[in-house]
């Protein structure tokens, strides 16, 4: 992995520092777990707006599900239910991309001046990468982190796990890391610091 990229890698922050420390800084000790099964096709498919490439790796039928896993670790009902229904319809990744490509434009297009004009101007081909649907939370050798989502701007690409509800309660789901890692795409691309953590973000981003 390329210098840049070590340093660009974006974080989705899935795990707060309790959970970090108690892994001991190793993947291995990690408790890692496939919420929806493994991942069990390739295939490559299109959002059906913007025409982003992406592969869901099968999530958009699951071939299993992990409630009673999620219920060991004290999730609570309405977490279940997210894991049960999954993704909700076949389609429905595809939608959640492009509905992540509108907001983190409108996100830009908000601010006006500079920020509104390139994101007016920034194309869905610009994801050149696409996106992948990832079965579990991931170590990320470069930033020494376990990750629910990144984004790579090496290739233009996005990563995020599909569904996940941590050891310490920590929940996250493909269709709220889009949004995050797409507006991670937008601020990379136009030259500001981007993890959109300030509420008046991007438009006071640097």
């Known amino acids: 992995m390329s210098t840049q990229l070590k340093l660009s890698v974006k ?26 099964g493994p991942a069990y096709s390739d295939q490559v498919k299109y959002s059906p707006k913007y025409g982003i490439p992406y592969r869901d790796q099968g999530f958009d039928q699951p071939l299993s599900r992990g409630l009673k896993k999620a219920k060991r ?14 993704p909700g319809s076949p389609d429905a990744i595809g939608q959640w991309i492009d509905e992540a490509f509108d907001e983190a434009r409108a996100s830009f297009q908000k601010c006006g001046g500079r920020l509104a004009d390139f994101a007016s101007s920034l194309t869905p081909a610009s994801l050149s990468g696409g996106v992948s649907i990832e079965p579990t939370i991931w170590y990320e050798p470069a ?34 890391l889009l949004v995050w890692e797409m507006k991670n795409h937008f601020g990379t691309l136009a030259g500001i610091q981007s993890e959109p953590l300030a509420p008046d973000w991007p438009c006071s981003a640097r």
Do not use: M
Request: glycine fraction near 8%.
């Open 143 to 176: 930033l020494k982190a376990t990750l629910a989502g990144a984004y790579y701007p090496d290739v233009r690409s996005i990563r995020v796990v599909n569904i996940y509800y941590g050891t310490s309660g920590d929940y996250r789901h493909a269709r709220l």
């Open 73 to 86: 670790r004290g999730a609570p009902e309405w977490v279940l239910e997210e894991i049960g229904i999954f």
């Open 11 to 36: 974080r989705s922050l899935l795990l707060t520092a309790a959970v970090l420390f108690s892994c001991a800084g190793s993947a291995s000790a990690q408790s890692y777990f496939e919420f929806l």
